[in-house]
């Protein structure tokens, strides 16, 4: 079963101004309705699939991004959305921010934009979707190399 | 004695857009104490007015929050403005009430889904937010952005609106106050809608002035105060009463945001009718030199710029004191006394715009 079919998705907002915030939820509600691809979005991280990550990271929340991170089962997908979470954006300069999403978390997708368009976020999303198939069939596939490996041994 | 424990409240809750960490000292269901936490977007912009230009600063200030982000960067162009004694002309004055009162229509359309979502009513929370794609659908086809659209600029607006334009918008506002009416039923009818909100999170007149509560939050509790009636922009050529409701619980705060809703669409009928023709912008020559403070109504309340400039390209100093600001220490109070079941509604009912906080 592909776990494409129904990937569950997990926002949070690292420090954005919430101009990206409201278009992830936007990308939800029937105009765009993010949900036609079996997604729901979800508020909790053990049930997530796809974490999406507005805003850059700053000296307080990257513990928070990084623990919401590892509560995630594997496999799962990072998508940075708006230009802040890519690299920091505006606020790059900023005293308080650390830089964009990569610099706590491992990123698959980047989707800059300020504010991210819901039409590019699904883009983004959809490519992310893409590589959730791809890292299940590696981790199937890097799980039966290790029982064959294990049978050999015996 | 029942015992206590203390029960995290966010900075991740499946009902925030946004974080905010609030321990809640329960005693079985019941709230004793809310302490709030805060700093988890605090991104320090205020400084970058020593690394950006008075003229970029207006970027940034836009980028305070991306929901009220027109008020922001109106409230911080107004101030370099008065110190640069620049006359703005009147259409780019009306324009800029237009834009400020359909900003106004989104973001309280936005918490009125917000806020559906919180009591668990999705289809409504899909209902409102498809109604306010409309007022975005307006923002993209007037000055290109959705949400951050960055029209304002020291002098006056960056692009003109024709009035074709304004008529055919006020149009589509018919549509959508009729739309809305019928979103309005399902708030302030719907037997199950109203067991979440009357009664929930009571705040008298007196402890809304003493907290210094501001916008819907005050208004919803009893006292009128609307800073629009200063009459900046062109709020003196419009006739506009103050809304306000004096029974000060969630219930009372919804009417009072729907009704502003309906208030706001007729502002825009009223500009759009007296608009006057001419020049959108103003020269600017030279650098600010002199502080001052303006006081603009947000969506959510009163928030207040203060610029203050030595005749250099930097300003020296930019502060904002935004309206959440203002209502977290309501929050607190609201909260105590609370069932643990309605702790959600409450922190909604503020309408919290944790980044305008933290900056």
């Given at each position: ?14 420090s954005?101004c ?21 997604i ?102 890097h ?12 | ?10 900075p ?46 207006v ?25 640069m ?18 900003s ?27 109604i ?8 993209e ?43 309005a ?70 009417e ?8 706001s ?12 023709g ?30 203050k ?11 904002v ?39």
């Open positions: 079963m592909k776990i494409s079919k129904s990937p569950w998705l997990l926002h949070y907002d690292a954005s919430n101009g990206c915030d409201i278009e992830v939820l936007a990308a939800t509600t029937p105009v765009y309705d993010i949900e036609r691809f079996g729901i979005n979800t508020g909790n991280p053990k049930h997530a699939d796809i974490l999406v990550i507005t805003g850059g990271v700053n000296a307080q929340n990257a513990t928070v991004v990084k623990q919401i991170y590892s509560q995630m089962p594997d496999p799962k997908v990072v998508v940075a959305a708006g230009i802040c979470a890519c690299d920091g954006g505006i606020f790059k300069d900023c005293y308080n921010i650390l830089g964009g999403t990569d610099t706590v978390i491992p990123v698959d997708v980047y989707v800059p934009g300020c504010a991210v368009r819901p039409e590019a976020l699904i883009d983004g999303i959809s490519k992310a979707i893409a590589m959730l198939d791809e890292k299940k069939q590696a981790a199937i596939e799980a039966s190399c290790q029982i064959h490996y294990e049978d050999k041994e015996d | 004695m029942a015992t206590r424990s203390v029960v995290p409240f966010g991740q809750h499946p009902v925030l857009p946004e974080p905010i960490h609030i321990d809640l000292v329960l005693e079985d269901e019941k709230v004793i104490e809310a302490i709030p936490s805060i700093g988890f977007i605090h991104r320090g912009l205020e400084k970058l007015v020593e690394k950006k230009d008075f003229q970029e600063m970027y940034v200030a836009e980028r305070i929050c991306g929901i009220c982000s027109f008020g922001h960067g109106y409230g911080y162009v107004d101030a370099i403005e008065h110190i004694s620049i006359e703005v002309p009147e259409r780019a004055k009306y324009l800029r009430m237009i834009l400020f009162e359909l106004r229509l989104h973001s309280h359309l936005l918490w009125l889904g917000l806020l559906a979502d919180a009591f668990g009513f999705e289809s409504l929370f899909m209902d409102t937010w498809r306010r794609e409309g007022i975005l659908d307006m923002f086809e007037s000055t290109g952005g959705r949400v951050i659209f960055s029209i304002n600029k020291v002098g006056g607006v960056r692009r003109d609106i024709p009035d074709e334009m304004l008529k055919r918008f006020v149009k589509k506002l018919d549509e959508i106050e009729s739309e809305v009416g019928v979103a039923r399902a708030f302030l009818e719907d037997s199950a809608v109203k067991t979440r909100l009357c009664g929930i999170g009571k705040l008298t007149a007196r402890e809304a002035e003493e907290l210094g509560c501001c916008g819907p939050m005050l208004r919803a509790s009893g006292i009128r105060r609307d800073t629009r009636k200063l009459g900046y922009l062109a709020y003196d050529d419009i006739d506009f009463d103050i809304i306000a409701s004096d029974v000060g619980d969630s219930y009372a705060r919804t009072v945001r729907l009704g502003e809703i309906f208030q669409i007729d502002i825009i009928r009223q500009a759009v009718s007296k608009l006057p001419g020049e959108t912008e103003a020269p600017v020559k030279g650098f600010p030199d002199g502080e001052y403070m303006t006081r603009i109504e947000q969506p959510r309340g009163e928030a207040c710029y203060y610029v400039a030595n005749g250099k390209k930097f300003i020296q100093r930019m502060r004191r935004t309206p959440t600001f203002a209502n977290i220490p309501a929050l607190t109070k609201i909260l105590q006394g609370c069932d643990m079941a309605d702790v959600p509604i409450m922190v909604v009912t503020i309408d919290p715009c944790i980044s305008c906080t933290e900056r």
